[in-house]
């Protein structure tokens, strides 16, 4: 799940390559330079194939794989820190799309 600050770029979850798990980490890297992403965060679940939505101040997860997920999630851009459950979607969906600012 892909999401953009005004400087930064960051992703969260994801799929690791294992059918046990996914990835619960929120990597963010800069757009003023060319680095490597680094950890700053995690989600609360482990998921794939989630919707990305962004405020200018929050990036937002929601929903995913499995298809039964239907957390909405939110971390600051401001802070490096992790997500945080905000709310639920009426039923879980996978495999949808996101919107930002």
């Given amino acids: 799940t892909l999401f953009r600050s005004d ?5 969260s979850g994801g799929y690791t390559g294992s ?5 619960t980490a929120i990597q963010k890297w800069s757009f003023a330079s060319d680095a490597n992403a680094t950890n700053v965060g995690t989600i609360t ?3 794939s194939y989630a919707a990305a939505h962004s405020s200018t101040t929050y990036g937002y997860s929601s929903g995913g794989t499995p298809s039964s ?5 939110k971390f600051a851009f401001a802070t490096d820190s ?3 459950d905000v ?6 969906r996978g495999y949808i799309c996101g919107n930002q600012y």
Avoid: P
């Fill in 7 to 11: 400087t930064h770029g960051y992703k």
């Fill in 19 to 23: 059918y046990v798990t996914d990835s």
């Fill in 45 to 47: 679940v482990g998921r």
């Fill in 69 to 73: 997920l239907n957390v909405i999630e």
């Fill in 82 to 84: 992790n997500a945080t």
């Fill in 87 to 92: 709310g639920d979607l009426t039923v879980g």
